[in-house]
């Protein structure tokens, strides 16, 4: 095997990826175990299909499309972080970024139409009087300071934006990348900002941060500009940006400055496509709510209806009274 004089100053970690053949699809799709994202994804996956069991077992409905939704945003964080990408990832910027993109803005939407917070209210039993159970201290956690500060889009932008610059353009992300650990770490990073900015804004689960659809719309696109300025600056440098990626291995046949390019690009076209989709996800659901809306009104109106016309009835009858 060929190390090429590479890998002698980096760390083991890196050591195994030296020698990666030139990325094609195939290759990147290969599986690579990952213990943390595999385990992880494992132990979500089966607690949701517990919860859906449980409501099934006892004759209540949970909607197909949130279980498939689940499953799916499950399954993207796995193909992102359990196969070769994520070897990959490790010594090209391009891959590094679509994972990036992928657990941040993908991930997250398709998890949080899952509804996971509904699922385990509607699953877990309420404990005895007097007593906190699993439930109930969830409830309490819903309900606190603590997440209305953290879903509130004073918080939630910042940090979105913050996730960028303030990780690509600091020497922390290098920092992060000399151990598996901090790759693992910042990947979670990733994942758990994309939960928070997005939450507020699907509305699908109960929050304490819950504007209307204009106010959601325009949280959405009030950090997209952000990323596409990102990418952009990454696509219009002169040289590599980020010293991690600056002398990929020989083996990849990589040119350090146009992966950097395609980074950019992946970065760019990334924040257009997931706001579209939920940007539809959200004219939907405001459609359903007026039509819900109209529905109740017009029971409200039957229900009224008859005493309305019984009154009309009688007055009309009064009018004739005094008019003899």
């Keep these: 095997m060929d190390h090429s004089g590479h890998g002698m100053d980096m760390n083991m970690d890196m050591d195994m990826d030296m020698d990666l053949p030139p990325f094609t699809l195939g290759r990147g799709l290969e599986f690579s175990f990952d213990a943390f994202f595999l385990i992880g994804s494992l132990l979500g996956l089966g607690l949701y299909l517990w919860g859906v069991a449980r409501l099934r077992g006892r004759g209540d409905g949970w909607p197909l499309g949130r279980t498939l939704s689940f499953t799916v945003g499950v399954l993207t964080v796995a193909l992102m972080m359990c196969t070769k990408l994520n070897d990959y990832g490790m010594v090209m910027f391009s891959v590094h970024m679509v994972q990036h993109m ?101 509305g699908v689960d109960p929050g304490p941060h819950r504007p209307g659809y204009v106010m959601r719309m325009l949280e959405l696109f009030a950090g997209m500009p952000f990323h596409a300025f990102f990418g952009i600056a990454l696509m219009m440098a002169a040289e590599p940006m980020i010293k991690s990626y600056e002398n990929p291995p020989a083996s990849l046949g990589v040119d350090a400055l146009l ?18 989709l939920v940007l539809i996800a959200l004219v939907y659901q405001w459609y359903r709510s007026e039509q819900r809306a109209a529905k109740r009104s017009d029971r409200a109106a039957e229900r009224n209806g008859d005493q309305e016309l019984e009154a009309y009835n009688s007055y009309l009858a009064s009018l004739q009274g005094r008019g003899r």
């Design 259 to 276: 992966d950097q390019q395609w980074g950019g690009g992946i970065a760019w076209a990334f924040s257009e496509i997931p706001s579209v």
């Design 102 to 202: 992928v657990i941040s803005m993908v991930s997250p939407i398709l998890l949080l139409l899952g509804a996971p917070v509904t699922l385990t209210l509607r699953a877990l039993p309420p404990a005895a009087r007097g007593v906190k159970g699993p439930r109930e201290l969830l409830l309490m956690l819903l309900h606190s300071r603590y997440l209305k500060v953290i879903t509130h889009p004073a918080f939630t932008i910042p940090l979105f934006i913050a996730s960028l610059y303030g990780l690509y353009f600091t020497p922390l992300f290098d920092s992060l990348m000399q151990s598996r650990a901090g790759h693992i770490g910042m990947m979670v990073h990733f994942l758990a900002v994309g939960l928070i900015f997005f939450w507020p804004i699907m």
